[in-house]
């Protein structure tokens, strides 16, 4: 068992400017001992690739309430299958409808957290898929 903690990217997607929630996370992930890197507001899914790359995460999340999720992450998948990612635990939060969960899990963002989502979920869910 290594000592390295895991390495979190978080995103906010396309022309999303509410950051607030993607704030809180990042922090509350912080505080639950993992490594965070915050890329900022609009995100390009060419940059949240390239950044997930070059930082070496294990978990690539985005935080989506503008709605624009489902084209952002068809756009995001092959890039970091390009990338070799393609194995990265991938989750989103936000204003996600029950209706796009089916389709997001299969681009591969087997965690899916609304808006009302507890910090301890993300966590919990994420330290039961990195190792």
Request: contains cysteine.
């Given at each position: ?56 995460v294990d978990v690539i999340g985005l ?69």
């Amino acid at each position: 068992m290594s000592d390295r903690r895991i390495r979190v990217l978080v995103a906010k997607p396309g022309l999303d400017g509410h950051d607030q929630g993607a704030k809180i996370v990042v922090r509350g992930l912080i505080d639950a001992g993992f490594e965070v890197i915050y890329t900022g507001l609009r995100q390009t899914p060419i940059a949240v690739a390239n950044a997930a790359l070059e930082e070496g995460v294990d978990v690539i999340g985005l935080s989506s309430m503008a709605g624009s999720h489902l084209p952002f992450c068809r756009k995001l998948r092959p890039l970091l299958d390009e990338r070799g990612l393609g194995d990265k635990v991938c989750l989103i939060g936000g204003n996600i409808p029950a209706a796009d969960f089916d389709e997001l899990r299969a681009l591969g963002f087997t965690g899916i957290f609304p808006t009302s989502s507890k910090i301890a979920a993300i966590a919990d869910f994420i330290k039961e898929r990195v190792q």
